[in-house]
């Protein structure tokens, strides 16, 4: 059982910054970020596989997020730039002990409570 723990949503303007981190209690291979704004599907949009380092970004964050990990492999981080006010959902952290893509939230086991970011105009 890996237990994940997210930290440092908020509220930002347009154009603002945030850095969100997720400590995990175990190893994993894949971990990634998602996020569910109200009235739409959980999407994918940053994923880093551990042993690697690969990572993995949805073409609407593209340039916008990094996604990068700690030396343990254990913490990753996901930083925030140039936010839009479409950013506003709250951000899940998932991870999975094999390799899985973006798209398949049901590969993920374990989930993170989520942090909410929300960007006003």
């Known amino acids: 059982q890996v237990h994940l723990v997210e930290s440092g949503g908020g509220s930002v303007q347009a154009g603002g910054s945030l850095r969100l981190s997720c400590v995990a209690s175990g190893d994993t291979y894949t971990m990634t970020w998602f996020r569910q704004a109200p009235g739409k599907e959980r999407e994918g949009i940053a994923g880093?596989?551990?042993?690697?380092?690969?990572?993995v970004y949805a073409d609407s964050v593209k340039g916008r997020f990094a996604i990068s990990q700690d030396n343990a492999g254990n913490t990753i981080y996901l930083q925030l730039n140039s936010l839009k006010p479409e950013d506003t959902a709250m951000y899940y952290c998932?991870?999975?002990?094999?390799?899985?893509?973006?798209?398949?939230?049901?590969?993920?086991?374990?989930w993170g409570q989520g942090t909410q970011v929300t960007v006003s105009s």
């Open positions: 880093i596989y551990i042993p690697s380092g690969r990572t």
């Open positions: 998932a991870a999975a002990l094999s390799p899985v893509g973006l798209s398949f939230a049901a590969e993920y086991a374990y």
